[in-house]
């Protein structure tokens, strides 16, 4: 109730108030044309201060014919947006947010459109979203790695990790209707609170996941920015998560139903291995697609191989030393003729066995992960492979988009593996290419 001046206690109180009029709309809450002249009335100052960190252009409404608006969340060094505009050769107005400086720099570089900022910071009632049709979620995965501390699967941490989503999502009012086929968000509007809670309440409820350099807690991101955006009336169409391929099926399911009870047609997760989709290292990760209105089928891997050392011209019967004089029971050496284990950040260690001198460029370790060898990495030879070795791969991702988006993507793939290894499957490529030719004839 507002305070106003009572004529009974003589001055201001707040025992009485007369119901207030409606407001017009005026700022951000305008529509359509309306808003582009409050926007266009404003100093580029004002308008940049409105929008940051997100780009002025994203203030204004999307058009017909622009490209659709998109976020990476915790994009790296911009392995899912190559898959995107390397492979499929689609401009989406994809923004890759990671917290990294290097990466962010080298995700600039690339060609991709990149902030840095801490995802627990990303508001999805942010005004800029509020035309957001994508979204991709690729968050850091040592808390659920074979490769990392694992402390992710620890029975209590899934546990308060899978309430959180439940929490979160309820929070927004995504919940199974009696009576009703699925749940409906409840659409706050882009600025406006949902039942009074705040985006760092949510994210407190897994700090206990988050602090101290633990990751397992961002694995609320998908639900907590995702539904978010959906809540906030976001038009948004397609989710994608990639993590590793350990991340419990508990925690997986409580995802997927989320995206389910608001209504999505299409909600599966796969476990694919970029190694076979001709990259020549190996990288198996859990992908979630996720769609509003298409019903997806499983991916399917093409089962295309590339040996590492026909990759980066390298002897195939070369061994490979990934640590150093220590003997394992795990062994440490694997030879080069095969699509090799896959790539950590480690790789900035690994050597020649017969010559401890040579150890890999990074332009080889490009090339081993699915990138073109003048990606240009940025930083630190330990930060350029630690980047390259988180990396979303371009291959798969090339696949998971293409589905998404309805496009035919393993000819896309082919023309992308000729390019890079030509030696190996450029004949393949003109091959297919000559039969296309005859059958069209």
């Not at 990074?362 to 070795?389: H, K, N, Y």
């Amino acid at each position: 109730m507002k305070t106003e001046w009572c004529k009974e206690c003589c001055g201001p109180c707040e025992c009485w108030a007369p119901e207030s009029e409606e407001r017009e709309p005026q700022g951000l809450e305008l529509e359509g044309e309306a808003l582009v002249a409050y926007l266009d009335s404003l100093t580029e100052e004002q308008r940049q201060e409105l929008a940051g960190p997100w780009p002025v252009r994203w203030l204004y409404p999307w058009r017909e014919g622009e490209p659709e608006r998109g976020i990476n969340v915790c994009g790296g060094c911009g392995g899912g947006c190559a898959g995107l505009r390397l492979v499929l050769g689609v401009e989406l107005d994809l923004i890759c947010v990671d917290s990294s400086a290097d990466a962010t720099a080298t995700a600039q570089a690339a060609g991709c459109n990149a902030i840095r900022m801490n995802v627990c910071d990303l508001d999805p009632r942010h005004s800029a979203l509020r035309w957001t049709r994508r979204a991709v979620f690729t968050m850091p995965c040592p808390d659920w790695s074979v490769a990392g501390k694992r402390l992710g699967l620890q029975p209590e941490n899934i546990a308060l990790l899978v309430d959180a989503i439940s929490d979160v999502a309820e929070a927004y009012g995504n919940v199974w209707r009696n009576g009703g086929h699925h749940g409906d968000v409840s659409t706050a509007g882009f600025g406006e609170p949902w039942n009074d809670v705040t985006v760092a309440e949510m994210w407190s409820w897994v700090g206990e996941l988050t602090k101290e350099k633990r990751t397992a807690g961002l694995m609320l991101a998908p639900v907590l920015i995702g539904m978010g955006l959906i809540a906030a009336g976001a038009p948004l169409e397609s989710v994608i998560i990639e993590q590793a391929w350990t991340l419990p099926e508990t925690v997986r399911g409580a995802i997927a139903i989320e995206y389910i009870v608001a209504g999505w047609n299409g909600v599966r997760w796969d476990t694919l291995d970029a190694g076979q989709f001709g990259s020549p290292s190996a990288r198996k990760r859990a992908i979630m697609a996720a769609s509003r209105e298409l019903r997806l089928d499983a991916i399917e891997a093409p089962d295309i191989t590339t040996w590492a050392s026909d990759a980066i011209g390298w002897d195939p019967e070369t061994w490979i030393n990934t640590r150093g004089i220590r003997k394992t029971s795990g062994g440490n050496e694997f030879k080069l003729g095969r699509t090799m284990p896959g790539v950590t950040s480690k790789i900035r260690g690994w050597y020649d066995a017969d010559d401890p001198e040579r150890r890999f460029t990074i332009e080889e370790v490009c090339l081993l992960v699915g990138l073109p060898p003048d990606f240009p990495a940025i930083g630190s030879r330990s930060s350029q492979c630690r980047q390259l070795g988180d990396i979303f791969s371009p291959l798969v991702s090339a696949a998971v988009w293409g589905i998404l988006l309805g496009i035919d993507w393993v000819p896309f793939l082919l023309r992308y593996l000729a390019q890079q290894y030509p030696q190996v499957h450029g004949q393949v490529l003109a091959r297919t290419q000559h039969t296309q030719q005859v059958l069209a004839a």
